[in-house]
């Protein structure tokens, strides 16, 4: 699989643990999405699908998806959860070849792992003209501030954040947030637009360290530290977590040619 690090591709091993402890996607998304695209949207092409989390959202609503992943685990596991009507590509997105062109790629948590190199004219090779990106995800996170700052403690000794940094270094506090950033500079689409869907959710602490088990930052840790950063965390959290789980997305429209 071209241009997947070990990071990208650490997922495999734990599929089944992916899928129970990731959140799903709200139907709100979708509804931003297709309001945006400002036609009917009937074909989709999933980039890292992963279990099927966004797959669903899309094909359940009707749209034709194609659901793309590198891992042949997350990809078995996918298969159990999304209906018949989706096709699935065990591919990375550097595999893909030009042809069949979509009126909607996506990727849900997963742009991030791709190449940067060549990113948008392979993107906009996939899209029929007029065609929409989108792109989406965000990190989950103690909603407490106190829960917060202990996790982060209890985590320090092995790693200074389990966040992925943003690929061209846009800081923080800017406006306009990767990959929105590249998406203004590409020659190959307009109108970008950027939008939070806020959520708040709750679980329990067992369920919260079970989504850390599926996070990269933790996934490459060696197994002994792997076990005793969990065993820290859950030694410090409530019961009850509530947690911070707002979606960010970036949307844009492939130029015509």
Known sequence: MLGMSSRALSFGVIAEAYERFR?????????????????????????????????????????????????????????????????TVRA??????????????YAAAALHWTDPEDRWSRMAALLEPGGVFASFGGQIQPADPAVEVAVRTARSPFMADDEIPSPDGTPPENDMQWP????????????????????????????????????????????????????????ILPATVEITADITAHIARRRRE
């Open 23 to 87: 959140p799903g996607y709200p139907a709100e998304l979708f509804d931003m999405v297709t309001a945006y695209a400002a036609r009917p949207v009937r074909t989709a092409l999933e980039i890292g699908a992963g279990t099927g989390k966004a797959t669903r959202l899309f094909a359940r609503r009707g749209i034709a998806v194609t659901a793309t992943e590198p891992d042949g685990a997350m990809l078995a596991e996918l298969r159990k959860h999304v209906p018949e009507s989706v096709r």
């Open 92 to 105: 990375a997105f550097e595999d893909l070849r030009p042809g069949e062109r979509y009126e909607l790629v």
């Open 180 to 235: 929105g950033t590249e998406l203004q500079r590409s020659e190959w689409f307009t109108d970008v637009r950027q939008a939070v869907v806020e959520r708040r959710l709750t679980m329990s602490a067992r369920d919260y360290v079970g989504h850390l088990s599926t996070v990269s930052a933790y996934l490459i840790l060696p197994a002994l530290e792997r076990e005793e950063v969990f065993s820290r965390i859950m030694r």
